[in-house]
């Protein structure tokens, strides 16, 4: 039963329009949500957060958008650029739970076309 | 400053034997958490260690143990290879064992179990 869920797989987007990676959980208990960013052959790299008291947290080109209601999040990236082509990783956090376990999505491939 | 290092980058192992995988922390992190990344699938918690304890496990099978040097450095241990095993092994360390902290990941082991 998987807690956190990206249900794309995949997305293309050329390059200066805007991004959209949506991720969806079902644990209520979920207080921390994170985005992470992988490329090949590499280990998954932070991106931005937000915590279950806010709606939004903007970093830049970066901006995570918390529907707690709809138990829903996703991620924009405005302007893309190519260098943004990676495998983006949602993950949740029950963050006072005493141990820091994350609980991953399986991914969306996103691929920003020149 | 180096990152999070793991060594072996690759192995490949035969069903029923014994592997260890070794991950150095981030100099100053004292947590480090261990995932296993199937592929098609996101990274799924094993272990977290904090000041050599371990603080959390996952839903895996006894046949995975882990365990901290005084040096915050970790290995994971893994007895009875099956073919289920082959996967990316990934490292992660972070300043504490809890809350908001950023895991800052290396770039894993692929293990590919014949």
């Known amino acids: 039963d998987q807690q956190v869920k990206q249900n794309s797989p995949s997305l293309s987007v050329q390059e200066g329009r805007i991004s959209i990676l949506n991720c969806d959980y079902t644990n209520s208990m979920f207080d921390y949500f994170l985005w992470y960013k992988k490329y090949p052959a590499e280990g998954p790299t932070f991106l931005i957060s937000?915590?279950?008291?806010?709606d939004k947290n903007e970093d830049g080109r970066f901006t995570v958008f918390l529907n707690k209601s709809a138990k829903h999040l996703s991620l924009h990236i405005v302007p893309s650029q190519p260098g943004d082509s990676a495998v983006y990783f949602c993950?949740?956090?029950?963050?006072?739970?005493?141990?820091?376990?994350?609980?991953f999505g399986k991914g969306t491939k996103l691929s920003v076309i020149p | 400053d180096a990152g999070v290092t793991q060594s072996p980058t690759h192995l490949i192992k035969t069903r029923g034997q014994h592997v260890t995988l070794r991950c150095s922390p981030i100099?100053?992190?004292?947590?480090v958490s261990w995932y296993q990344q199937v592929l098609g699938q996101g990274p799924q918690f094993i272990f977290q260690?904090?000041?050599?304890?371990?603080?959390g496990r996952g839903n895996f099978p006894d046949r995975f143990s882990a365990r901290q040097f005084p040096n915050y450095s970790s290995e994971l241990n893994v007895n009875a290879l099956l073919l289920g095993d082959s996967a990316l092994y990934l490292c992660a360390s972070s300043l504490g064992p809890q809350g908001f902290e950023k895991l800052f990941f290396g770039s894993g082991t692929q293990l590919s179990v014949l």
């Open positions: 100099s100053g992190h004292k947590s």
């Open positions: 260690y904090y000041e050599k304890e371990e603080r």
């Open positions: 993950a949740a956090s029950e963050g006072g739970a005493g141990s820091y376990q994350l609980t």
């Open positions: 937000i915590s279950s008291i806010k």
